[in-house]
């Protein structure tokens, strides 16, 4: 087959390729770092252009730069951003007005548009250059991105030769023959996500875990300080065969690995391989996984499975969450009504860590923050700040970390969780939440004060 021939006839030019566009359309961008440039960058030329381009709604997420097409003058009145998961960017959009989030649970994702979207108007993404098999690579982000590909009615290719080539899974590229049109970028570097700082309370959260890992246990890491903490003392610890199946692929795995940490020896699944749907970091990270036979990039209804999960052994998760309740609901979404990230793979890993034969699930929160005001406020709260959306219930959560401690919650009463929560609360506030904890009848005459 001469792929190449293909190649050449579907090849275009930017401005002919974004005509695909109509007014009232669904443009699928996909998920982080693969979002269209070019393509973007057209885009929003061409509707700046062309007034009658009205109504365009926008599927992405975990945005690393603001989309071009949110930017034009009247962007409020002709365009949504839907998010899967809301980064910094995206919460200025929802503050503005044309931004909305897309609640989810992030392994059902392919099923999502399969099922119930059934339909994109255009899907526009980066992604590697076509291999000699006729295939783009989806690069570090395979996702859902089979199952967009899938429904889409017009599928635009923007190659970008920076685009790492992950390996290794199913459903993790497209052929010429299912693209409609190719579009050769500009050879834009990877946008990158650099680690967070790691502060003293992550230090300490961190310095609870990591004695709680064993030798040949799989770790599902999330993404901020805490994580980082993690990974930094994993690498400097004797800890060894260790294995990875994460939804988010970051630089913290790369420094494990790089200490020797990792070998996947041990896991029952994937024996060798570490797992990931999605990566974001920086430029170390990009050149570490690019056909890399050590990785493995999974669409999300494989990586997210607790069945899947659940057949690691000794799986590790480690999340965050924004607040904490006397009950032990846990909120990593808002804060009350105000939008902050999303749900992603917290639920899917809380369940699939604890039904894993000697797993454990982590949800990680600094027990207080500074306010707009600059006053200290709780984290650990009586109940979910009113109108915040619980991220995983009382009865999913099992090991809640702060910098005053870690606490196993299940098969707690709710007298016995609220002693427990309060526990690891900033002490400044624990007299408080104890009386609150009294009022809501969960609080015990003989408690430990």
Partial sequence: MD???????????????VKAVKPGAWVDYGLCVIHPRVLDRELARRMEQDPSLRDVNFRG???????????????????????????????????QGMGFYQPLRYSEML????????????AMFQAAPMDRHGYFNFGISASHMSAVCQVADTIIVEVNPNMPVCLGGHEAGIHIDQVSMVVEG?????????????????????????????????????????SNAVSQQIAQSDLKDLGVHTEMYVDGFVDIAAQGKVT?????????????TFAAGTKKLYDYVDRNPALMAAPVDYVNDIRVISSLDHFISVNNAVEVDLFGQ??????????????????????????????????????????????????ILPYITPGGVVTATRANIQYLVTEYGLVNLKGTTTWQRAEKVISVAHPDFRDGLIAQAENMHIWRASNKR
């Fill in 3 to 17: 792929y190449q021939k293909k190649y050449r006839e579907k090849r275009v030019t930017p401005q002919e390729a």
């Fill in 111 to 122: 099923r999502y548009y399969r099922e119930n979207i059934r339909h994109v108007d255009v």
């Fill in 61 to 95: 997420g975990i945005a690393l730069w603001q989309p071009e097409v949110t930017k034009i003058p009247d962007a409020k009145e002709r365009v949504t951003w839907n998010s899967w998961h809301s980064s910094g960017i995206e919460r200025k959009l929802i503050d």
């Fill in 330 to 379: 846990v909120a990593s979404e808002s804060s009350g009504i105000r939008h902050i990230s999303g749900a992603g793979g917290q639920l899917d890993f809380v369940l699939g860590a604890y039904l894993s034969r000697g797993g454990k699930s982590f949800i990680c929160c600094a027990s207080t923050f500074r306010g707009r005001d600059g006053e200290r406020k709780s984290r």
């Fill in 186 to 226: 500009e050879g834009d570097p990877m946008a990158e996500m650099p680690s967070g700082e790691i502060s003293k309370t992550d230090q300490m959260m961190a310095g609870r875990i990591v004695p709680e890992i064993q030798d040949g246990a799989c770790l599902q890491l999330g993404i901020g300080g805490i």
């Fill in 264 to 276: 996947g020896a041990r896991k029952s699944l994937d024996r060798g391989r570490q797992v990931f």
